[in-house]
């Protein structure tokens, strides 16, 4: 690579709104764990789920209750993987989670939210 080129990488952030609880945050992650078939990309080492603090709790949507959010990242070298449809797949595994939560414990699940988050490496 050429000095000052720069490479963007992408994530994927997942929160839940103000109701989450620290449970509601770490069944969320296991359930992507396990989600086909982001399952056998964690598997291969193409892509890491993990919790971390909120990072921008004043942007629009409210972060998790706990401050707390999901991060999906890509790991280095798995180009292969569209972005565009790891993203639909992690959507729909929020929604997923939402409608099995519904089904399990009384009340409304969370909101989730998902979004890409660019960042540019030097």
Do not use: Y
């Not at 989600?35 to 056998?40: F, G, R, S, V, W």
């Amino acid at each position: 690579m050429a000095e000052g080129d720069e490479v963007a990488t992408q994530d994927i952030r997942v929160r839940l709104d103000g109701s989450a609880t620290e449970s509601d945050v770490g069944a969320l992650r296991k359930w992507l764990e396990r989600e086909t078939p982001l399952d056998e990309l964690v598997r291969a080492g193409r892509l890491q789920i993990h919790e971390r603090s909120s990072t921008d709790p004043d942007e629009t949507g409210a972060p998790m209750g706990v401050g707390m959010e999901i991060v999906v990242a890509m790991v280095s070298g798995a180009a292969s993987v569209a972005f565009r449809d790891l993203l639909d797949q992690v959507k729909g595994a929020v929604e997923a989670w939402r409608e099995n939560r519904r089904e399990v414990e009384d009340g409304e699940p969370p909101e989730g939210r998902v979004d890409p988050v660019n960042h540019r490496d030097r």
